[in-house]
C-alpha cells in the first residue's frame, strides 16, 4: 500500500517516519520531495584503470551550491534530507518528472530498504547532449512510501546505514566479493 499525504504526515507527527529538514511543500499527495545537497562524488579516472566489483573505487568530493554535469556523463550526490524508515516501510526514488523531462536520470537503485536511516545517495545521469546545471536545495527526486504487511524479520542495518553524505559503492565490502562460486 502505497501512503498518502496525511498518513505520512501522521507518521513524521508521531515520530515513526522522521525527514529532515523537511521543506514547506514537500509532502505531496502520494510522495515526499527532496531537495539537492552540495556535496558530489565523482570517479577518479586518473587513478584507476578499470573499475571492480572486488576493489574499493576512487572518487573524487566536490563540494559547492551548484554543478555542472557535462552531457553523457555520471556523478553521485546526496539529499540534503536524513531519512529515517522503520522497519515496516520502505520508499522508492523516483526522479521528478520535470527533472526528467531535461534529461536527467535519477537513481539510488531505485530502493529504500525498510530500517534505513541517513542521506539518500543519488545516481544522477546526463543523457542529454548539453549540459545540465545543478543547484543545492532544489527539488530533485521524490520518495514513495509503501507500507509492507508485516514488519522486516531482518530490517537494514548495512554498509550505507546512517550516511552523512554522498557515499560512493562498496560493492568490494560485500561478504561475496571474494565468492567465485555461482
Not at 542521506?119 to 507500507?147: D, H, M, W
Request: proline share 4%; charged share 25%.
Amino acid at each position: 500500500m502505497i501512503l498518502s499525504d496525511s498518513t505520512i504526515k501522521s507518521m513524521m507527527q508521531d515520530g515513526t517516519l522522521a525527514i529532515d529538514p523537511l521543506g514547506k511543500n514537500s509532502i505531496q499527495p502520494a510522495s515526499v520531495d527532496c531537495t539537492l545537497g552540495r556535496e558530489y562524488l565523482v570517479i577518479d579516472e586518473n587513478n584507476m584503470d578499470v573499475l571492480t566489483l572486488k576493489t574499493e573505487l576512487k572518487y573524487r568530493r566536490l563540494e559547492n551550491d551548484w554543478i555542472t554535469l557535462p552531457p553523457h556523463s555520471f556523478i553521485l550526490a546526496t539529499t540534503r534530507e536524513y531519512v529515517k524508515l522503520p522497519d515496516d516501510l520502505t520508499a522508492f526514488v523516483e526522479g521528478r518528472s520535470s527533472i526528467g523531462r531535461m534529461g536527467l536520470f535519477i537513481q539510488n537503485a531505485g530502493w529504500v530498504d525498510p530500517g534505513f536511516e541517513g542521506r539518500i545517495t543519488l545516481e544522477l545521469y546526463n543523457a542529454n547532449s548539453l549540459p545540465i546545471r545543478l543547484e543545492s536545495g532544489r527539488r530533485i527526486c521524490q520518495l514513495v512510501f509503501c507500507k509492507m504487511d508485516q514488519i522486516a524479520d531482518k530490517p537494514y542495518r548495512g554498509k550505507y546505514q546512517g550516511q552523512e553524505s554522498t557515499t560512493g559503492s562498496r560493492i568490494f565490502a560485500d561478504e561475496d566479493a571474494g565468492d567465485n562460486s555461482e
